[in-house]
């Protein structure tokens, strides 16, 4: 599943501006059931309690997604790791959201060493749609003149589209929801949407204000 998932998002990544494929969401059960101890009577059989309990995780976790202030706080415990491929200019954005998260990405120094062959030229699904044709094509000319990385990293557009596998949590994307679902750049809009399409417990979030 994740193999068919992964080329999925590589199909996705060149020919839309923003791509995502969650691979893996795990502590949702865990979450609820570390809230649900709050109703725990220790004199009580774990495994009896927890059989009774199961079938309320749902509603208590509905009842608290919104409580901010520390009652929400089983959101941090809901873990996702998935694959983003995103403009240089949407990353700016996202890289001030570091509590809970990790981000590996693919590196543009490495990229330009392989461009530095002429049969491996730069492509037009490598940056955004409306990235000016021109910028490629300076940073082409960088790249075939052999100018010094320096230079070539300084003259990439920021419509280069970059690949992130990046671990948050539901509490940081709790946060990120609100504070960019009206954001005037639609490259937010875009990840929102694809985001919304693979989280399995999308209930959780406050996708509308």
Known sequence: MKKEKIEEFDRLRRKCD???????????????????????DESEPLNEWYDKKEESFDRITSELKNMDGGHNKFLEGITVSMLISAP???????????TGTTKQSTST??????????KNPL???????????EHISLLQKCIN???SINEIRDNIPFGYKQVRLVTTNYKTLRNIIMQRRAHKLK??????VALKSELEHKELLPWQP
């Open 145 to 147: 003149d052999r100018h």
């Open 18 to 40: 923003i791509a995502v494929s969650v691979l893996n969401e795990t502590g949702f059960e865990e979450s609820a059931m570390g809230v649900a101890l709050s109703y725990y």
């Open 187 to 192: 490259y937010w809009q875009d990840f929102l």
């Open 88 to 98: 240089l200019s949407w990353w700016c954005h996202f890289d001030t959201y570091r």
């Open 109 to 118: 120094m490495h990229c330009i060493q392989k461009r530095l062959s002429k």
């Open 123 to 133: 492509r037009r699904e490598e940056f955004t749609s409306t990235t000016n044709d």
